[in-house]
């Protein structure tokens, strides 16, 4: 008995030790089958699935094409799942010109692994060739969301595509910036720079108006301000008024400082430095009533307000509203219409009139002006009026507007 238990003692421990040795062995050679050179790597690991598959590359990048296929099938046929395996002996496919065959197989590979770059750079460019731009965005979107690196690329691919063929391209990838994929907004902002960027983003901003993901505030205000830094006024217009954001009822955009969805140069930009602060918050005499709330030191030069409009030619009328807080503020402010681009002076009225009535007590001013055809687009904006000595003032401001005197004319 004792015997017996002597020998399967001995037993044990030979085949632990056995397999110590084997997984010794297996932990050496592991980084050798990984990192060495694939001719080392195949002596040592001659039946091993991932040398095998790394000799079928390399026989792929060498254009020994038929060597690549078998190792790749070798290779295969030892891991059945093995992605890049797989996508090496699509890639022999194509190069064979056998295009239907490689589709099938590298298909599958991407369907497989959403990681395999080649094999879904392969499918973008032979789905090009078909005319299937959605199947081919849809592998070119799984590239963008992984490769920053080649966003360039595909993005170009993109532009380029929807410039040319914009009745095919352009529902199909606004379908694509929908599904707000996280490149998107990079995607936007490089059609500003691109050949025919700005047609293509234009439209997009259309589109994408009835999908379940418009433009972003933030994305229309790039659309607003690249367009007005490259004098697309007309390109504005149009899309606003298809957009109707914001609202084209109304000349001046938030006149009652309630709504702060309206992008920039519609919106009120608002300034904050030394000297002229400016911000809307709850009318302390009004709960529930935002309004304007400006700190003046009189001595500083400042625009405190400003947003940007569009009036046809005609007559108008500028309404506003004010309540001084504290400080003598009457001289020291106005409201302005100028020209832009040009910069002509339109109208201008004290922001603050001298009525008499007391701190605390709301108080109206109104100037008419005439707006040419010449001025397209008009800045409305509330300016310091600076002076040698600080005299520090606090004025609340409300219910601005701009309406046309002209009942047969639009403001836009």
Same mark, same amino acid.
């Given at each position: 008995?004792?015997?017996?238990?002597?020998?399967?003692?001995?037993?044990?421990?030979?085949?632990?030790?056995?397999?110590?040795?084997?997984?010794?062995?297996?932990?050496?050679?592991?980084?050798?089958?990984?990192?060495?050179?694939?001719?080392?790597?195949?002596?040592?690991?001659?039946?091993?699935?991932?040398?095998?598959?790394?000799?079928?590359?390399?026989?792929?990048?060498?254009?020994?094409?038929?060597?690549?296929?078998?190792?790749?099938?070798?290779?295969?046929?030892?891991?059945?799942?093995?992605?890049?395996?797989?996508?090496?002996?699509?890639?022999?496919?194509?190069?064979?010109? /056998?295009?239907?065959?490689?589709?099938?197989?590298?298909?599958?590979?991407?369907?497989?692994?959403?990681?395999?770059?080649?094999?879904?750079?392969?499918?973008?460019?032979?789905?090009?060739?078909?005319?299937?731009?959605?199947?081919?965005?849809?592998?070119?979107?799984?590239?963008?969301?992984?490769?920053?690196?080649?966003?360039?690329?595909?993005?170009?691919?993109?532009?380029?595509?929807?410039?040319?063929?914009?009745?095919?391209?352009?529902?199909?990838?606004?379908?694509?910036?929908?599904?707000?994929?996280?490149?998107?907004?990079?995607?936007?902002?490089?059609? *500003?720079?691109?050949?025919?960027?700005?047609?293509?983003?234009?439209?997009?901003?259309?589109?994408?108006?009835?999908?379940?993901?418009?433009?972003?505030?933030?994305?229309?205000?790039?659309?607003?301000?690249?367009?007005?830094?490259?004098?697309?006024?007309?390109?504005?217009?149009?899309?606003?008024?298809?957009?109707?954001?914001?609202?084209?009822?109304?000349?001046?955009?938030?006149?009652?400082?309630?709504?702060?969805?309206?992008?920039?140069?519609?919106?009120?930009?608002?300034?904050?430095?030394?000297?002229?602060?400016?911000?809307?918050?709850?009318?302390?005499?009004?709960?529930?009533?935002?309004?304007?709330?400006?700190? *003046?030191?009189?001595?500083?030069?400042?625009?405190?307000?400003?947003?940007?409009?569009?009036?046809?030619?005609?007559?108008?009328?500028?309404?506003?509203?004010?309540?001084?807080?504290?400080?003598?503020?009457?001289?020291?402010?106005?409201?302005?219409?100028?020209?832009?681009?040009?910069?002509?002076?339109?109208?201008?009225?004290?922001?603050?009139?001298?009525?008499?009535?007391?701190?605390?007590?709301?108080?109206?001013?109104?100037?008419?002006?005439?707006?040419?055809?010449?001025?397209?687009?008009?800045?409305?904006?509330?300016?310091?009026?600076?002076?040698?000595?600080?005299?520090?003032?606090?004025?609340?401001?409300?219910?601005?507007?701009?309406?046309?005197?002209?009942?047969?004319?639009?403001? /836009?």
């Amino acid at each position: 008995m004792s015997f017996r238990r002597i020998q399967v003692s001995e037993v044990a421990s030979y085949v632990l030790t056995v397999g110590a040795v084997v997984l010794a062995w297996q932990m050496a050679t592991q980084p050798i089958i990984q990192r060495a050179p694939v001719e080392i790597a195949i002596r040592i690991a001659p039946e091993s699935p991932l040398v095998l598959r790394r000799a079928a590359e390399a026989e792929l990048a060498a254009g020994r094409v038929d060597d690549a296929a078998a190792l790749g099938r070798e290779a295969l046929g030892h891991s059945p799942f093995d992605v890049r395996a797989l996508r090496v002996i699509g890639l022999t496919e194509a190069r064979a010109e /056998r295009r239907d065959r490689a589709d099938e197989i590298l298909t599958l590979a991407g369907n497989w692994s959403l990681r395999d770059d080649p094999a879904h750079a392969w499918l973008v460019e032979h789905r090009l060739r078909r005319g299937d731009y959605a199947s081919a965005f849809a592998h070119a979107d799984t590239l963008a969301r992984r490769r920053e690196d080649i966003h360039p690329q595909l993005f170009r691919l993109f532009t380029v595509a929807a410039a040319e063929d914009p009745q095919r391209v352009l529902p199909v990838l606004t379908s694509l910036l929908a599904a707000r994929p996280p490149w998107r907004s990079t995607f936007l902002s490089s059609l *500003y720079d691109a050949n025919g960027g700005l047609q293509v983003v234009a439209s997009l901003a259309v589109l994408l108006q009835s999908s379940r993901a418009p433009l972003s505030t933030a994305e229309l205000q790039e659309f607003y301000s690249q367009m007005m830094g490259r004098g697309q006024i007309e390109a504005i217009k149009t899309v606003r008024t298809r957009l109707n954001r914001p609202r084209t009822d109304t000349a001046v955009t938030n006149g009652g400082f309630d709504d702060q969805t309206a992008p920039e140069p519609f919106q009120w930009s608002l300034i904050q430095k030394a000297g002229a602060v400016a911000q809307v918050i709850e009318d302390d005499t009004d709960r529930g009533n935002p309004a304007l709330r400006v700190e *003046y030191d009189g001595y500083a030069t400042a625009i405190m307000a400003r947003q940007q409009t569009f009036l046809s030619g005609g007559r108008y009328s500028l309404r506003t509203q004010s309540r001084t807080e504290a400080g003598e503020p009457t001289g020291r402010m106005e409201w302005t219409i100028t020209c832009a681009p040009g910069g002509d002076r339109l109208a201008s009225v004290p922001a603050v009139p001298a009525t008499g009535a007391g701190n605390n007590a709301w108080v109206k001013s109104t100037v008419e002006f005439s707006v040419s055809t010449a001025c397209p687009a008009q800045w409305l904006e509330l300016r310091g009026l600076p002076l040698d000595r600080r005299a520090p003032m606090v004025v609340w401001f409300d219910r601005i507007a701009i309406t046309p005197l002209d009942p047969t004319r639009n403001e /836009r």
